[in-house]
């Protein structure tokens, strides 16, 4: 009698999200399987209610008014010869090259991938420097997403389940279950024959799970409740912090005062909804001057943060010389030599960062501009990198050789612009932010000031070094919840900026009288019947029936709305890191801890929720080594790693 062999069960893998994050962890999970599990069939499950690629953030329904704030030569979702990682480089396309390929008509179109009318025509307006709409970035996450599933390996499937999962549940033999809202919906793919039953009903089993669903509903905080309790109770108008695609502002009424907390990405956003996309036009005059025509739907918008001005243009030009070899005094080893105790990164690291951007500063000022020095640049250069950096000597050098104001480098006026200064009214005030934003945008165009820009790719390095410290625990967890959201801001307001055009547009809508600006500092009280804005600008205030928070949610895992979470923690299966609102993960290979600290053999998480999360605040820029791959080529190994056929 002859016995016929079973087939044996595909092991399968749940990435919960279907975003860049969920998309980079498949590309990399399908680049390492042939070296971690040579003979064995996979499936990789990718849950969520929205399409793959962009996921709920970068989904297509969004209006076509929203732009990217990176320039699409800077944003990849491939690993390069630069990034250091234990799985294999497997390059791919920036969002240049893939728009070249699209608008050319070479781009290959693997199954389930579509391009309309309108993503050719933007295709064929791309170029480097191109700030590409958040629609058209959608598209080319579809394509990665759905490109990567084609090019998987014959026996690994990848199936896209479009439903929520509310709950994770371990089962007897170390599997996970996870609850869905809908069934288990198989898009058709290369599954057939796997071997493997359905699950049953509106769950999906699985050998391994990763959360990757990035920025999950945050619940109000007790300010925004009182807030909208006013707000109820005046017949107010009080929209919380949201991400922009995500809010309606329909109950914003024309021609009446709004206040808007925030002046950040997503005061742009929402500043361009209420504006433009409203009916007003901007028209540019033969002078190059920048107009704008009010159609009479808009609000009159007074906006204010703690700055009190809006995050600095992006830089539109290139170094003159090599980009600088970074980072030079915020590096792993200078972190170790600190010593072997958890570092301050308020007391022991942010010295070192302004060391770090002042020095990329300097000494591109010397090399690139040696004209404007009062000394040689070599001697420049040499007493620069020879200082010793704990006393006076660099104030000395500065005040001998850098001549101009516009030239030296203040990390506290650069932070803080406003502080100090105040203003008769907002009259006098507006009249000051005209003439900071407008310099603003042209010293970023003017490469005379290629100073800013290695300053930013100083920011970068030291950015990557902090978040992997903090990650391994070598900056304290106190530390970090106290003073990672100051430094983050930071690095947003400086690096992360919107796009110079962006910035010309709300100094046309200031000069039209539809934006107007609040001062630093802002803080909103609620006297009867309406809000009332004031700060530390101006003795002026404000009053109107319409606050906007505009601006992104803190991360909360005590306040979130998201189901799953919500599951896991009731029953102590994750638990926050003290401090940071973010699930906890164990720093080697983030595997989810639970309430008593333990991590969970076969649950791992990364993104913007997560703890430890390296590159989660934006896209990767090629040729940069940067952290987002090789965080997710780790993660991707440890998960292959510790599945058991």
Same mark, same amino acid.
């Given at each position: 009698?002859?016995?016929?062999?079973?087939?044996?069960?595909?092991?399968?893998?749940?990435?919960?999200?279907?975003?860049?994050?969920?998309?980079?962890?498949?590309?990399?999970?399908?680049?390492?399987?042939?070296?971690?599990?040579?003979?064995?069939?996979?499936?990789?499950?990718?849950?969520?209610?929205?399409?793959?690629?962009?996921?709920?953030?970068?989904?297509?329904?969004?209006?076509?008014?929203?732009?990217?704030?990176?320039?699409?030569?800077?944003?990849?979702?491939?690993?390069?010869?630069?990034?250091?990682?234990?799985?294999?480089?497997?390059?791919?396309?920036?969002?240049?090259?893939?728009?070249?390929?699209?608008?050319?008509?070479?781009?290959?179109?693997?199954?389930?991938?579509?391009?309309?009318?309108?993503?050719?025509?933007?295709?064929?307006?791309?170029?480097?420097?191109?700030?590409?709409?958040?629609?058209?970035?959608?598209?080319?996450?579809?394509?990665?997403?759905?490109?990567?599933?084609?090019?998987?390996?014959?026996?690994?499937?990848?199936?896209?389940?479009?439903?929520?999962?509310?709950?994770?549940?371990?089962?007897?033999?170390?599997?996970?279950?996870?609850?869905?809202?809908?069934?288990?919906?198989?898009?058709?793919?290369?599954?057939?024959?796997?071997? =493997?039953?359905?699950? @049953? +009903?509106?769950?999906?089993?699985?050998?391994?799970? *990763?959360? $990757? %669903?990035?920025?999950?509903?945050? /619940?109000?905080?007790?300010?925004?409740?009182?807030?909208?309790?006013?707000?109820?109770?005046?017949?107010?108008?009080?929209?919380?912090?949201?991400?922009?695609?995500?809010?309606?502002?329909?109950?914003?009424?024309?021609?009446?005062?709004?206040?808007?907390?925030?002046?950040?990405?997503?005061?742009?956003?929402?500043?361009?909804?209420?504006?433009?996309?409203?009916?007003?036009?901007?028209?540019?005059?033969?002078?190059?001057?920048?107009?704008?025509?009010?159609?009479?739907?808009?609000?009159?918008?007074?906006?204010?943060?703690?700055?009190?001005?809006?995050?600095?243009?992006?830089? =539109?030009?290139?170094? @003159? +010389?090599?980009?600088?070899?970074?980072?030079?005094? *915020?590096? $792993? %080893?200078?972190?170790?030599?600190? /010593?072997?105790?958890?570092?301050?990164?308020?007391?022991?690291?942010?010295?070192?960062?302004?060391?770090?951007?002042?020095?990329?500063?300097?000494?591109?000022?010397?090399?690139?501009?040696?004209?404007?020095?009062?000394?040689?640049?070599?001697?420049?250069?040499?007493?620069?990198?020879?200082?010793?950096?704990?006393?006076?000597?660099?104030?000395?050098?500065?005040?001998?050789?850098?001549?101009?104001?516009?030239?030296?480098?203040?990390?506290?006026?650069?932070?803080?612009?406003?502080?100090?200064?105040?203003?008769?009214?907002?009259?006098?005030?507006?009249?000051?932010?005209?003439?900071?934003?407008?310099?603003?945008?042209?010293?970023?165009?003017?490469?005379?000031?290629?100073?800013?820009?290695?300053?930013?790719?100083?920011?970068?390095?030291?950015?990557?070094?902090?978040?992997?410290?903090?990650?391994?625990?070598?900056?304290?967890?106190?530390?970090?919840?106290?003073?990672?959201?100051?430094?983050?801001?930071?690095?947003?307001?400086?690096?992360?900026?919107?796009?110079?055009?962006?910035?010309?547009?709300?100094?046309?809508?200031?000069?039209?009288?539809?934006?107007?600006?609040?001062?630093?500092?802002?803080?909103?009280?609620?006297?009867?019947?309406?809000?009332?804005?004031?700060?530390?600008?101006?003795?002026?205030?404000?009053?109107?029936?319409?606050?906007?928070?505009?601006?992104?949610?803190?991360?909360?895992?005590?306040?979130?709305?998201?189901?799953?979470?919500?599951?896991?923690?009731?029953?102590?299966?994750?638990?926050?890191?003290?401090?940071?609102?973010?699930?906890?993960?164990?720093?080697?290979?983030?595997?989810?801890?639970?309430?008593?600290?333990?991590?969970?053999?076969?649950?791992?998480?990364?993104?913007?929720?997560?703890?430890?999360?390296?590159?989660?605040?934006?896209?990767?820029?090629?040729?940069?080594?940067?952290?987002?791959?090789?965080?997710?080529?780790?993660?991707?190994?440890?998960?292959?790693?510790?599945?058991?056929?």
């Amino acid at each position: 009698m002859t016995t016929t062999a079973l087939p044996r069960r595909p092991l399968r893998i749940a990435l919960v999200g279907a975003g860049p994050r969920a998309t980079s962890l498949l590309e990399r999970i399908t680049a390492n399987v042939h070296e971690l599990l040579p003979d064995t069939m996979l499936e990789v499950c990718v849950v969520d209610p929205h399409p793959p690629g962009g996921g709920r953030i970068w989904r297509r329904a969004q209006s076509p008014r929203l732009w990217m704030n990176t320039t699409a030569n800077d944003c990849t979702m491939f690993t390069d010869a630069s990034v250091v990682c234990s799985g294999p480089v497997v390059p791919g396309p920036t969002l240049t090259e893939w728009a070249e390929d699209l608008a050319a008509g070479r781009l290959h179109r693997p199954p389930g991938f579509t391009a309309d009318a309108a993503d050719l025509s933007e295709a064929r307006r791309v170029h480097p420097g191109w700030f590409a709409t958040r629609r058209f970035q959608s598209r080319y996450l579809s394509w990665v997403f759905h490109h990567v599933a084609e090019r998987a390996p014959g026996r690994v499937a990848v199936r896209s389940v479009a439903a929520r999962v509310v709950d994770l549940r371990d089962l007897a033999d170390g599997r996970q279950r996870l609850f869905l809202d809908r069934p288990p919906y198989p898009v058709p793919d290369r599954t057939a024959g796997t071997g =493997r039953p359905p699950a @049953p +009903g509106n769950t999906l089993d699985a050998d391994a799970v *990763v959360l $990757a %669903q990035g920025s999950a509903g945050t /619940g109000p905080t007790e300010e925004e409740r009182e807030l909208a309790r006013h707000a109820a109770a005046h017949g107010l108008v009080h929209i919380p912090t949201a991400s922009t695609a995500d809010i309606s502002l329909d109950a914003v009424p024309p021609g009446e005062p709004a206040l808007v907390r925030g002046m950040g990405l997503a005061f742009v956003d929402t500043v361009v909804l209420l504006t433009s996309g409203r009916g007003g036009v901007f028209r540019r005059d033969p002078d190059g001057t920048l107009h704008y025509s009010p159609s009479g739907s808009e609000p009159v918008l007074h906006a204010g943060s703690r700055r009190g001005v809006p995050y600095h243009s992006k830089i =539109r030009y290139h170094l @003159p +010389g090599a980009r600088p070899e970074l980072p030079r005094h *915020v590096s $792993a %080893q200078a972190l170790d030599a600190l /010593g072997p105790d958890p570092l301050d990164l308020r007391e022991d690291v942010w010295p070192l960062v302004v060391r770090e951007l002042a020095h990329a500063h300097y000494r591109e000022l010397a090399l690139s501009h040696p004209e404007r020095l009062d000394v040689g640049a070599e001697e420049f250069v040499r007493r620069l990198d020879s200082l010793d950096w704990s006393g006076a000597q660099l104030k000395e050098l500065v005040s001998e050789a850098v001549r101009e104001d516009g030239d030296r480098f203040d990390a506290g006026r650069i932070d803080r612009p406003l502080a100090g200064l105040r203003f008769a009214d907002h009259d006098a005030l507006g009249a000051w932010l005209d003439g900071y934003i407008g310099a603003d945008l042209e010293r970023r165009r003017d490469q005379r000031y290629s100073m800013d820009l290695a300053v930013f790719f100083a920011l970068l390095s030291v950015f990557t070094v902090i978040s992997e410290a903090i990650g391994s625990g070598r900056i304290s967890q106190e530390s970090a919840a106290r003073d990672l959201p100051r430094f983050t801001g930071f690095f947003s307001y400086l690096a992360s900026g919107p796009p110079g055009p962006r910035l010309e547009e709300l100094l046309a809508l200031a000069r039209a009288g539809v934006l107007r600006f609040v001062g630093a500092d802002m803080e909103v009280d609620t006297p009867e019947g309406r809000f009332l804005a004031r700060s530390s600008s101006t003795d002026a205030t404000v009053g109107a029936s319409v606050l906007l928070e505009a601006r992104l949610p803190e991360p909360s895992l005590s306040r979130t709305t998201d189901p799953l979470l919500l599951a896991l923690l009731r029953r102590g299966e994750i638990r926050e890191r003290p401090g940071t609102g973010l699930v906890d993960a164990d720093p080697a290979d983030q595997r989810l801890r639970g309430a008593d600290g333990t991590p969970h053999p076969a649950r791992f998480g990364a993104g913007a929720l997560v703890a430890g999360g390296v590159g989660a605040g934006g896209f990767s820029r090629p040729r940069t080594n940067a952290g987002f791959f090789r965080q997710n080529d780790a993660i991707a190994r440890a998960v292959l790693g510790g599945l058991r056929p």
